[in-house]
């Protein structure tokens, strides 16, 4: 029998790799329904992706609009048309504020390129060179107030090469998120990973690290 699938809202900025690699499990063995794609810019080139597709997209650029409170207060209303159980940010690159967070708590998770708690914020690739780490990777956090602070349920861990510029291991990176979005996603759908109190719970059980997503082959 198949399971009940989980509905979704997708925010994106640029590429839509992440966005990809979701609609295509989505389409195979993902219980994830996209509802839509929001994009804060025009010239998203993941947009296409989602036409690709046939899911709904929308653009809502933020420089259209007087302040961060205004932009959100459009962006609320456009993620509840699509009433989506989650609202999963991929590439989204606006920083929300505690106001907006709070409305979809619990149920907003973001994709961060390294291994939180390590790098918050922009240039992780960049900055985990810089200090000479042999190791980097990717998150998956619950979206909280406090940016890329929000708790960590799910990470895949990639070696750092000698020769590595910070585009060759943004790209190794990458092609690890495309394995870990799609396998976050499944825990939440499949109701085994959810927020509690502040906490990630598995299988009703406090977590007390994330989860790690074993090497690719
Ligand atoms: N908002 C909250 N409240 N909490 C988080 O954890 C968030 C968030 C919004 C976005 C993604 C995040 C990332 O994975 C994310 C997590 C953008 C910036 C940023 O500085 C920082 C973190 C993330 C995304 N944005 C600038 C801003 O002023 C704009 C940068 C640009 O447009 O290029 O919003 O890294
Ligand atoms: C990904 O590496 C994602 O982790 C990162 O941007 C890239 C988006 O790629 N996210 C952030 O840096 C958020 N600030 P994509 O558009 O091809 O999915």
């Given amino acids: 029998m198949s399971q009940p699938r989980v509905s979704a809202v997708v925010l994106i900025s640029g590429s839509g790799s992440n966005l990809q690699a979701l609609l295509d499990t989505a389409a195979s063995d993902l219980p994830l329904e996209i509802r839509a794609v929001i994009s804060n810019r025009a010239d998203a080139y993941g947009l296409e992706r989602a036409a690709e597709a046939c899911v709904p997209s929308r653009v809502l650029d933020h420089t259209r609009f007087p302040d961060r409170e205004t932009f959100e207060a459009a962006l609320a209303e456009l993620i509840d048309g699509f009433e ?7 590439g989204f690159m606006r920083i929300l504020t505690p106001e907006f967070v709070a409305r979809y708590s619990g149920r907003m ?13 922009l240039h992780t690739h960049r900055r ?14 619950f979206v909280t107030a406090e940016v890329d602070g929000g708790p960590v349920f799910l990470q895949v861990r990639v070696a750092v090469d000698e020769d590595d510029d910070a585009d060759s291991l943004a790209a190794r990176v990458l092609t690890q998120e495309h394995r870990l979005y799609p396998a976050a996603v499944r825990l939440l759908c499949e109701g085994r990973v959810r927020l509690h109190d502040g906490r990630v719970l598995l299988d009703g059980q406090p977590l007390a690290q994330p989860l790690q997503l074993e090497p690719a082959n």
């Fill in 84 to 90: 989506p159980e989650l609202v999963l940010l991929a």
């Fill in 128 to 141: 985990c060179l810089e200090a000479g780490d042999t190791e980097h990777g990717a998150s998956i956090h």
């Fill in 109 to 121: 998770v973001n994709i961060h390129p390294a291994l939180l708690p390590a790098y918050p914020g």
